[in-house]
């Protein structure tokens, strides 16, 4: 199983960019689909933000976020991105990276998890 460690998360205004960092140790990436989730304060369930197929070319995004996230991956260095612009306090949750066997939007689907991130976005 792949262990998982997200990185990049903090406090950012309205209309700021972060980037998230997803790092994968003890097995490549490069066999996985990766997906991005978020925990909202107060929400009991992780919703879906974008997912990417092992070798990058297909893409998946929640309408909320399509348009201003981008997801990508690096797979030579066992690594996976989420360029977040334009960020909107309603963006401010706890972001999870998870790996799984196929691309998709649940979250039932994906067996490796992170601890996640805190994305923090003041008005």
């Known amino acids: 199983q792949v262990q998982l460690v997200e990185s990049g998360g903090g406090l950012v205004q309205a209309g700021g960019s972060l980037r998230l960092s997803c790092a994968a140790s003890?097995?490549?990436?490069?066999?996985?689909?990766m997906g991005w989730f978020r925990q909202a304060p107060g929400k009991e369930e992780r919703e879906f933000v974008a997912s990417i197929s092992w070798g990058g070319k297909t893409t998946y995004y929640a309408d909320s976020v399509k348009g201003r996230f981008a997801i990508s991956r690096d797979n030579a260095n066992n690594v996976m991105y989420l360029q977040m612009n334009s960020l909107k306090p309603e963006d401010t949750a706890v972001y999870y990276c998870?790996?799984?066997?196929?691309?998709?939007?649940?979250?039932?689907?994906?067996?490796?998890w992170g601890q996640g991130t805190q994305v923090t976005v003041s008005s």
């Open positions: 003890g097995r490549t990436l490069s066999r996985n689909a």
């Open positions: 998870a790996g799984g066997p196929v691309t998709s939007v649940n979250r039932e689907h994906y067996s490796s």
